[in-house]
């Protein structure tokens, strides 16, 4: 497998380098034209786990090289066998022999004696390097210090298991379309597909392993999407009703929009402003034999408004993703604590705009995939207190309707079965 280690270290230094990792995974791949599936898949799991643990990794790699590794690459290759040999049941000395064969092919001539002494060496020297460094939090938990005393601070009771979660696999959840089919009907299809899964309530379903999309039973015919159980929960709390008139701003890839035109016949606006990421909606409209208008513009200013104000709106923002990092683990080392304070501008500036569509009655459903509240409730503290027309309405998670098994108000912590979002529900008078 050296060569999916090789294709891992190029997508590791990037996103060190501060490249998203769904940017750099692509781009490493293309690098060895040669790799076969398998090892492509092995590939993106190696750089998931080495980005999971990277704290760790990095901290052995610092005590078994006095001097920096003046590669990049050289150095990320190192980062994805410690993180093999420190999280897998792999043999010891094959993923040594592997990386040592990788390093040959990164065209430094010291590489392969480097990679091989310092690997050598953390076997030798494993457990007493362990005594010393795993004392350090950043290191015990895989995550910058300041996230760690951001949650630490918030969430008092939760911050650890917050933390824990983020560093597990994350579940794969379905969105049952039940303009096609019923969830009974679905769950009988996956049990003759032999995929294990489990209703969780609503439209949700949950798979026990993940597997690729085109392998779900009728996928291409649009019975089911992937979505996460806390991200099913937009439709429900928007309270539509048929003939209403919607905005899903910030829309892309569209698995909101999409869930919204499955649940209710509304006309639906679907606006964002990355045309690229825009490509996917018109894709997933079209597999699930939905319609909507698909604009593109953006939602801090009114260019794309033709006057007639929504009904409902729903404002899914961008933000630090800090909800959803087992499913995007380079977000923890790519974010500063200075990120926050940008998103909240935008995330203020978006809101406001937002609320000059929006009809008296009308309702504005604000939603993040972050646990920091200078994005959430902050942010809302921060938007009452500048509009009078503006009420917060309580946000009643009620398992009938789909399963969420730990919030702080509007505040979805992840667990296990969901991740970890935000939701804050406006009304104007
Ligand atoms: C959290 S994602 C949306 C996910 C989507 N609602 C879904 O459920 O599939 C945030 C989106 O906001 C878009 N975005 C960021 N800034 C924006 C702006 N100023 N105006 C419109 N869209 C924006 C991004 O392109 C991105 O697609």
Known sequence: MQVAQLIAAYAVAEVLAGHNLTVSMPKALRKVKSATPQQQAAAQDYSYLTLRFYAESAAYLQALTP?????????ALLLVALSQLLHQDDDDFTVVNQAV???????QRWAKSLVNAVLRNFLRQRAQLQTTIAQREEVQFNYPQWWINT???????????????GNSHPPMTLRV???????????KLLADAEMSASHLGGTAIQLHSPVPVHQ??????????????????????LDLQAGMRVLDACSAPGGKSCHILEACEVELWSLDMAVERQRRVHENLQRLGLQAHVVTGDAANTDWFDGQLFDRILADVPCSASGIVRRHVDMKWLR????????????????SNLWQTLAKGGKLLYVTCSIFPQEND????????????????????????????????????????????????????
């Open 101 to 107: 064969e990788a390093a040959g092919k990164t065209g």
């Open 216 to 237: 779900l039973p009728n996928f291409e015919a649009g019975w089911v999407s992937v979505q996460d159980t806390a991200a099913q929960w937009a439709a429900p709390l």
């Open 177 to 187: 379309n039940l303009r096609k089919t019923d969830v009974a009907s679905y769950l």
């Open 67 to 75: 001097k920096p590794v003046t590669d990049d690459r050289v150095s």
């Open 151 to 165: 949650l630490k601070q918030q969430y008092p009771q939760d911050w650890q298991a917050i933390l824990e979660v």
């Open 378 to 429: 902050m942010q809302i503290q921060q938007f009452l207190s500048a509009h009078a027309d503006a009420t917060r309405l309580p946000i009643a998670f009620d398992p009938a309707i789909l399963p969420c098994q730990h919030h702080i108000g509007g505040q979805m912590l992840p667990t296990a079965v969901h991740d970890g979002l935000f939701y804050a529900l406006l009304q104007k008078h």
């Open 336 to 351: 500063r604590p200075q990120d926050l304070a940008t998103f909240a501008h935008l995330q203020q500036e978006i809101l």
